[in-house]
């Protein structure tokens, strides 16, 4: 992908995170990465938002709000898990209260690696997830058309 | 009197990077009463002391919290050290405190923009980050993580810096105190800034003490209380005064964090200026049998560690009573009486770590 077509607005959600990846989610958005210059922005409504970037595992607590934010959310949507957390749950896989990985409770489109995931990838989950988006929107207007 | 109103705040919201949830009773626009409801990323790691063993277990320790991640790294490691009396060289003691005071400039700096950006500052929060990267790079040269390094390890630290590489630290962080400068002068005498921070939140000394303040909180408050003058690490080598303001309010506590910054600055260039030749670690052999309780003081605070040990590789307990925890009550005092549109920044005030919080 040389160019975007479309700047996604991102929604931030905490599972249950050490804030390690939170604060390079932040990071990718200030003056170094600067990701804001695409007109990437992190929004606080979930109606505004095309991606859904969740830090951390779930937990029984945050289950609801984690799917009433995706249900919220605008057609299309992509979920992106930030984090070795949010993939399976990490070095905290065995407590007592994570039930585990995001992909427990919603159905996540791009996996981010790294521990704490460093703001390089997690603006390329952000990018992958931008073609899924355009793949679900296509798909969208086919359904539409028939 | 007006008609009660309850509004939730959170677990979502755009000023919050982490969850939590408060109840705030509204009589028009004033909060009367503030209930707060936590638990969304509470996750049980005491009790991980029982999967993972006692070396294991610093990475976890690591990942209480992710922004003061190294000084919970060295809480949990300064513990096991007491029990297993274990005297670590003095190379990796000055090596810690400069780890240490850098993770309380990245904090404060982090902290800063946050509230800049709740105020509704927005260029101010971009170059406050701007300015915190910088110390990220020095973490990332010197330990290889920036944000959590796992470079603290029981009898010592895992790296070593090399003398020319502190000799560029120290040069990075004079020409950092010169923006630096220009960026805490606007928040100490900006009109606009002012005008949302001073008399705002106010916690008179008493009540501070009276709810277990502690950090900045307490300290803006005039509490003299600062537990690096017990001397862990190299700090007893150091020469620094413990900040104080005595106004309470929100101006206070920023003003409280930006002197720290510039402590933290000179800190490391006293630390820097008398780092000791010598090893970095020692070996450490058998397993610890016994109790201890360590105090160390975090960007948010004096956090405790608890440890119980019965000679098995597994502890028996850890605990951890982190700052956020003890500033939560002195929070909802603050709240009480502030106007709806205040509530953001008063949150932001106590520099809350949720994740520390609820573990």
């Not at chain 2, 307990?317 to 920044?345: M, Q, Y």
């Amino acid at each position: 992908m040389n160019f975007i077509k479309k700047s996604p607005w991102i929604l931030h959600y905490d599972g249950s995170s050490c804030n390690g990846c939170d604060i390079e989610v932040l990071a990718s958005l200030t003056p170094l990465y600067d990701v804001e210059r695409f007109g990437i922005i992190n929004t606080g409504n979930p109606k505004h938002a095309d991606i859904l970037l969740i830090t951390g595992s779930v937990n029984e607590q945050n289950i609801p709000v984690v799917k009433q934010l995706y249900e919220q959310m605008a057609e299309p949507k992509a979920v992106v898990a930030v984090g070795i957390c949010a993939t399976s749950g990490g070095i905290f896989a065995e407590c007592y209260n994570v039930v585990g990985g995001v992909d427990k409770v919603l159905s996540v489109d791009v996996y981010v690696p790294g521990c704490a995931a460093r703001p390089e990838a997690v603006i390329d989950g952000v990018v992958k997830a931008l073609g899924i988006l355009e793949q679900k929107q296509k798909r969208m207007r086919k359904r539409k058309y028939r | 009197m007006g008609n009660r109103t309850v509004i939730p705040f959170g677990p979502q919201h755009p000023v919050l990077p982490e969850p939590i949830h408060l109840d705030l009773m509204l009589e028009d626009e004033r909060v009367v009463e503030a209930i707060p409801r936590i638990g969304y990323i509470h996750r049980g790691l005491e009790k991980l002391v029982e999967k993972k063993d006692f070396q294991q277990y610093t990475y976890v320790a690591e990942r209480i919290c992710g922004i003061c991640s190294f000084m919970h790294g060295m809480g949990y490691c300064m513990t096991i050290e007491s029990i297993m009396d274990i005297k670590i060289p003095e190379r990796a003691e000055f090596l810690r405190t400069i780890w240490a005071e850098l993770s309380r400039m990245h904090s404060h700096l982090l902290w800063l923009g946050l509230s800049a950006d709740a105020f509704g500052f927005e260029s101010l929060h971009m170059h406050t980050w701007r300015l915190r990267e910088q110390v990220l790079d020095i973490f990332e040269e010197t330990t290889g993580g920036r944000v959590i390094f796992s470079v603290c390890e029981i009898g010592g630290v895992r790296k070593d810096i090399s003398p020319e590489t502190l000799d560029k630290i120290d040069r990075i962080l004079t020409d950092m105190e010169k923006e630096l400068k220009e960026i805490t002068h606007v928040f100490l005498s900006d009109s606009s800034v002012k005008y949302r921070t001073k008399g705002i939140g106010v916690l008179s000394k008493q009540a501070a003490f009276d709810l277990g303040a502690v950090g900045p909180m307490a300290k803006a408050s005039g509490i003299k209380r600062d537990l690096r003058t017990q001397g862990y690490a190299a700090y007893g080598k150091l020469k620094f005064e413990p900040i104080i303001e005595t106004d309470g309010d929100s101006y206070a506590r920023t003003s409280v964090r930006i002197k720290e910054v510039f402590q933290a600055v000179d800190l490391i260039k006293q630390a820097i200026a008398i780092i000791p030749e010598g090893g970095i670690n020692v070996k450490v052999t058998g397993n610890p049998n016994g109790e201890y309780f360590t105090r160390v003081e975090q960007p948010r605070g004096s956090a405790m560690y608890y440890v119980k040990a019965s000679g098995s590789k597994f502890l028996d307990r850890f605990r951890v009573r982190t700052p956020t925890f003890a500033n939560v009550p002195a929070l909802l005092e603050t709240l009480k009486g502030c106007s709806l549109a205040d509530v953001p920044i008063l949150i932001l005030t106590i520099d809350p770590c949720i994740s520390c919080t609820e573990r």
